[in-house]
Nanobody, 115 residues
Framework: QVQLVESGGGLVQAGGSLRLSCTAS????????MGWFRRAPGKQREMVAR???????NYLDSVKGRFTISRDNAENTVDLQMNSLRPEDTAVYYC?????????WGQGTQVTVSS
């Protein structure tokens, strides 16, 4: 079992920035990967960014160059820095951990970008 606690999110104007943080109950090195997903109203959940144990990162095409995922190994945290936010980034963002090839999820945090 992996517990994930998220923080950050909120309301921001278009062009602004937000930072999401996720703390895992296990060492990051014991996880296959950690990342952030989002679900916008009326849409399916999609992967936003992910980082593997080896440090490989993947991003959703629409956030490349604007979002950056990073990790703090000592604190077992993974952050998502979101810059140049757009109204279409509005969604509930979920932290995800892949542990022994099973998915674990945080409770979700709302990000709202006003135009």
């Amino acid at each position: 079992q992996v517990q994930l606690v998220e923080s950050g999110g909120g309301l921001v104007q278009a062009g602004g920035s937000l930072r999401l943080s996720c703390t895992a109950s296990k060492s990051i090195f014991s996880l296959n990967a950690m990342g952030w997903f989002r679900r916008a109203p009326g849409k399916q959940r999609e992967m936003v960014a992910r980082i593997t144990t080896a440090g490989t990162t993947n991003y959703l095409d629409s956030v490349k160059g604007r979002f950056t995922i990073s990790r703090d190994n000592a604190e077992n945290t993974v952050d998502l820095q979101m810059n140049s936010l757009r109204p279409e980034d509005t969604a509930v963002y979920y932290c995800n951990a892949l542990f022994r090839w099973s998915n674990y999820w945080g409770q979700g945090t709302q990000v709202t970008v006003s135009s």
